[in-house]
């Protein structure tokens, strides 16, 4: 097994250390940044979000995930900065006022991030103004939100509601996600994407963006 599937691989069982150092060995080989980025960390990290949406991994799981990703990151980082890659687009996300759950939208962020995406993170508990003004004051192209509890969802119509008061709906897209969100409710409240796990909706994004 390679290093880049061995890093994967590695991510996968949540072992930080371990990637971070194949992740250097990679770099110490020549493989270029880029490459560990997309074909070890992110490789690593579409698995996890696969298995996750099927529930054949839980919550514990991805968060190891996430700091092994976040490992590899680290020493990636300068790399990759100095690149000087321009951003294939701005997102801003955030979990829906009224709801805690962040851990879909964190792993988003971090596949986004990895797609060579600016992500301005919210966190959770956002308000639906916030989410409107913060894409308006950073110029973003894409407004992301997730939702863990059916009583929240509302929220993501609202976002919607105040960017077409704004003026900004037609330039500013959304896209939404979470558990008890479908493409039929999506469609419903006029939301221009849904993401059912994180790959797709890093997809949907870059559709987004490119339109």
């Known amino acids: 097994m390679d290093n880049l599937n061995r890093i994967a691989a590695g991510l996968q069982e949540g072992d930080d250390a371990l990637v971070a150092e194949l992740t250097r060995q990679a770099l110490a080989a020549g493989v270029p940044a880029r490459q560990v980025l997309d074909e070890g960390l992110l490789a690593g990290m579409n698995v996890v979000g696969r298995l996750f949406s099927e529930h054949e991994i839980f919550l514990p799981d991805v968060l190891l995930a996430a700091r092994a990703m976040y490992a590899g990151l680290d020493v990636l980082k300068p790399l990759l900065e100095g690149e000087s890659l321009a951003p294939a687009g701005k997102v801003v ?30 966190g959770n508990d956002v308000p639906p103004e916030k989410f409107v003004a913060t894409a308006t004051r950073e110029q ?34 959304t896209i939404i996600g979470g558990a008890p969100v479908t493409a039929e409710y999506a469609r419903q409240i006029g939301a221009d994407a849904y993401g059912f796990d994180a790959a797709s909706a890093v997809e949907r994004v870059k559709e987004l963006t490119a339109s």
Not at 97 to 122: P, S, T
């Open 93 to 122: 996300i955030g979990t829906i006022q009224g709801d805690l759950h962040d851990i879909g939208k964190n792993l988003v962020g971090i596949m986004l991030r990895g797609a060579g995406f600016e992500v301005i993170d919210l």
């Open 140 to 173: 973003a192209q894409v407004i992301g939100m997730s939702a863990l509890l059916t009583t929240t969802m509302t929220g993501m119509q609202r976002v919607i509601e105040l960017l077409a008061s704004s003026g900004e709906r037609g330039r500013i897209k």
